[in-house]
């Protein structure tokens, strides 16, 4: 059966809308993108004049072959909470409901997830040239499916087989679980952040995110000013000067992890090294409490841009190193989502489904 579907990835900064032209084969739909834009979030009171602008701009395209009363279903991932088929956004003045939506843009079906119930429906969805393998063994059909990814936050969730071949999508706040130590450096970085940001514990989205990379590397620079090379040094300053400010004119996460990268600064090679390995010691984590024998993705906005420095060892070495499991953790699949747009892949597969 060929169905005309509307998904969406909304975000507090930008929102992509793709119309897609979907067969139900099996278990995963055969998709093909018909139209597909990308607006500026803030520039809309709501989702509605959105949609709204981008079907005249579809039908423009598209011409007699799109016609809007035959899109079936809609899906939106959603940055933030959904509860009942509703959400009011994080970073945006919006409350959408399903419901009033369905009604107002004249869609039978619309469904509200979140955006990262919407990555774990995309990894079903992704093309081999869209995963980077960093453990190559068998996947069980019938095995449950992780999901975490670092960027703004850290997102995590998991998917379970169902009798009828397809997954159940959950959604996880696992991320928000205390942050354990595994060496003297990442002891301090747990006092040093108590103490800078007032806090009575530190959860592992404080660390593995991108705010961590900066926190990783003010600790660093901190204890060691000596080692901080006059370009960081320069970053850091105007970092600083713009916390609290709305316009901001330099990522100090992007520039550290770009400097390790490029492998010619010493702190922020060591900043990147912390990182690396917290960020695998907490996907061995989420392995060891689901036994994802149906994979382990790695999504989210950072890991592809740091793939060298997740392919270099310290990643893996950190997710095997689980004691007397070591040998179990060497049986999940593990990958790197590269695909951007996972999500939006997703809530189109999510929209086929539902």
Not at 185 to 195: D, G, N, P
Not at 302 to 309: Q, S
């Given at each position: 059966?060929?169905?005309?579907?509307?998904?969406?990835?909304?975000?507090?900064?930008?929102?992509?809308?793709?119309?897609?032209?979907?067969?139900?084969?099996?278990?995963?739909?055969?998709?093909?993108?018909?139209?597909?834009?990308?607006?500026?979030?803030?520039?809309?009171?709501?989702?509605?004049?959105?949609?709204?602008?981008?079907?005249?701009?579809?039908?423009?395209?598209?011409?007699?072959?799109?016609?809007?009363?035959?899109?079936?279903?809609?899906?939106?991932?959603?940055?933030?909470?959904?509860?009942?088929?509703?959400?009011?956004?994080?970073?945006?003045?919006?409350?959408?409901?399903?419901?009033r939506?369905?009604?107002?843009?004249?869609?039978a079906?619309?469904?509200?997830?979140?955006?990262?119930?919407?990555?774990?429906?995309?990894?079903?969805?992704l093309?081999?040239?869209?995963?980077?393998?960093?453990?190559?063994?068998?996947?069980?059909?019938?095995?449950?499916?992780?999901?975490?990814?670092?960027?703004?936050?850290?997102?995590?969730?998991?998917?379970?087989?169902?009798?009828?071949?397809k997954?159940?999508?959950?959604?996880?706040?696992?991320?928000?679980?205390?942050?354990?130590?595994?060496?003297?450096?990442?002891?301090?970085?747990?006092?040093?952040?108590?103490?800078?940001?007032?806090?009575?514990?530190?959860?592992?989205?404080?660390?593995?995110?991108?705010?961590?990379?900066?926190?990783?590397?003010?600790?660093?620079?901190?204890?060691?000013?000596?080692?901080?090379?006059?370009?960081?040094?320069e970053?850091?300053?105007?970092?600083?000067?713009?916390?609290?400010?709305?316009?901001k004119?330099?990522?100090?996460?992007?520039?550290?992890?770009?400097?390790?990268?490029?492998?010619?600064?010493?702190?922020?090679?060591?900043?990147?090294?912390?990182?690396?390995e917290?960020?695998?010691?907490?996907?061995?984590?989420?392995?060891?409490?689901?036994?994802?024998?149906?994979?382990?993705?790695?999504?989210?906005?950072?890991?592809?841009?740091?793939?060298?420095?997740?392919?270099?060892?310290?990643?893996?070495?950190?997710?095997?190193?689980?004691?007397?499991?070591?040998?179990?953790?060497?049986?999940?699949?593990?990958?790197?989502?590269?695909?951007?747009?996972?999500?939006?892949?997703?809530?189109?597969?999510?929209?086929?489904?539902f």
């Amino acid at each position: 059966m060929v169905s005309l579907l509307l998904a969406g990835d909304i975000g507090g900064t930008k929102t992509i809308l793709r119309l897609v032209k979907s067969e139900i084969v099996k278990v995963v739909p055969n998709q093909i993108t018909l139209y597909e834009q990308t607006y500026f979030s803030q520039a809309f009171a709501d989702l509605v004049p959105m949609v709204q602008q981008f079907f005249q701009a579809a039908t423009d395209e598209l011409g007699e072959v799109f016609k809007v009363k035959n899109i079936e279903k809609a899906c939106f991932g959603i940055a933030g909470p959904v509860v009942n088929n509703t959400s009011e956004l994080t970073n945006l003045s919006w409350l959408l409901s399903g419901e009033r939506l369905a009604t107002e843009l004249d869609i039978a079906q619309v469904l509200l997830i979140n955006d990262f119930a919407a990555v774990g429906y995309g990894v079903l969805g992704l093309a081999p040239e869209d995963l980077y393998c960093l453990q190559d063994v068998p996947k069980d059909p019938q095995g449950a499916i992780a999901v975490l990814g670092a960027g703004t936050g850290l997102g995590q969730g998991y998917l379970i087989p169902q009798s009828s071949g397809k997954y159940r999508v959950f959604p996880s706040e696992g991320s928000h679980a205390d942050f354990a130590s595994r060496s003297d450096l990442e002891f301090q970085l747990i006092t040093y952040l108590k103490e800078r940001y007032h806090l009575e514990r530190i959860s592992t989205e404080r660390v593995v995110s991108g705010i961590g990379i900066a926190s990783i590397y003010e600790l660093l620079r901190d204890q060691d000013p000596a080692q901080e090379s006059a370009k960081l040094s320069e970053i850091y300053q105007i970092w600083q000067q713009e916390i609290g400010k709305s316009e901001k004119t330099v990522d100090l996460s992007a520039e550290v992890s770009q400097a390790a990268l490029a492998g010619n600064d010493y702190l922020a090679g060591q900043a990147l090294k912390l990182f690396v390995e917290a960020y695998g010691a907490e996907a061995g984590n989420l392995a060891l409490k689901l036994l994802p024998y149906g994979g382990l993705y790695v999504a989210g906005g950072i890991a592809p841009k740091i793939l060298p420095l997740l392919q270099n060892g310290n990643f893996m070495k950190a997710f095997h190193d689980k004691g007397r499991m070591r040998t179990l953790m060497e049986k999940f699949p593990v990958y790197i989502v590269l695909n951007a747009k996972v999500g939006l892949i997703g809530a189109a597969i999510c929209a086929a489904q539902f």
